[in-house]
């Protein structure tokens, strides 16, 4: 019933651009905390990006200024803007959706930037 599916990751060269989405079903993304995470190859999964129910956005310290996170409620949808990326980039990036006792994963979109 739920479900959350990213699409938007590919390959990309360094400095270039990427914008994820993140399509909710099954429920009113709005309602939800929604977070962009990424987890590179021997490495823990790490927060990105976050929006509140209220629109207040967070991004992790070392990625202001090049990641934005925004949504569009009447697509039921999240977006993660990429600028100017850098090969440490590369990894899968989650979308999670948060409300109370309740957290959902999607299945993740794979970016690639290459050197």
């Known amino acids: 019933q739920v479900q959350l599916v990213e699409s938007g990751g590919g390959l990309v060269q360094p400095g270039g651009s990427l914008r994820l989405s993140c399509v909710a079903s099954g429920f009113t993304l709005s309602t939800y905390i929604m977070s962009w995470y990424r987890q590179a190859p021997g490495k823990e999964r790490e927060l990105v990006a976050r929006?509140?129910?209220?629109?207040?956005?967070n991004v992790a310290n070392s990625k202001k200024g090049r990641f934005t996170i925004s949504r569009d409620n009447s697509k039921n949808t999240v977006y993660l803007q990429m600028n100017s990326l850098k090969p440490e980039d590369t990894a899968a990036y989650y979308c999670?959706?948060?409300?109370?006792?309740?957290?959902?994963w999607g299945q993740g979109t794979q970016v690639t930037v290459s050197s």
């Open positions: 999670r959706a948060d409300r109370g006792g309740n957290s959902y």
């Open positions: 929006i509140l129910t209220d629109g207040t956005t």
